[in-house]
């Protein structure tokens, strides 16, 4: 069933897996109680080099503790 314009969805966000230097987090799309959707979503870690590139980086250990909590 596809949500539309103006419906309001409930989304339950959890965390799926959490890696060294990655986390991804899982969605449950629900419209009324019936779910309509999933999806899943991967974040790395990352730092803006002198050069304005990326570079992923070790999830530090405060914020890896906050979600596995």
Partial sequence: KPGRFKDVL???VSTDRI???SVTYAFAFSLGGTPI?????TSACC????DHR???IE???SYKARLQA
């Fill in 47 to 50: 730092r803006v080099r002198d």
């Fill in 37 to 41: 959707a999933t999806g899943k979503v």
């Fill in 54 to 56: 990326l570079e992923a």
């Fill in 10 to 12: 409930d989304v339950v």
């Fill in 19 to 21: 890696g060294t230097k």
């Fill in 59 to 61: 999830i530090p250990a």
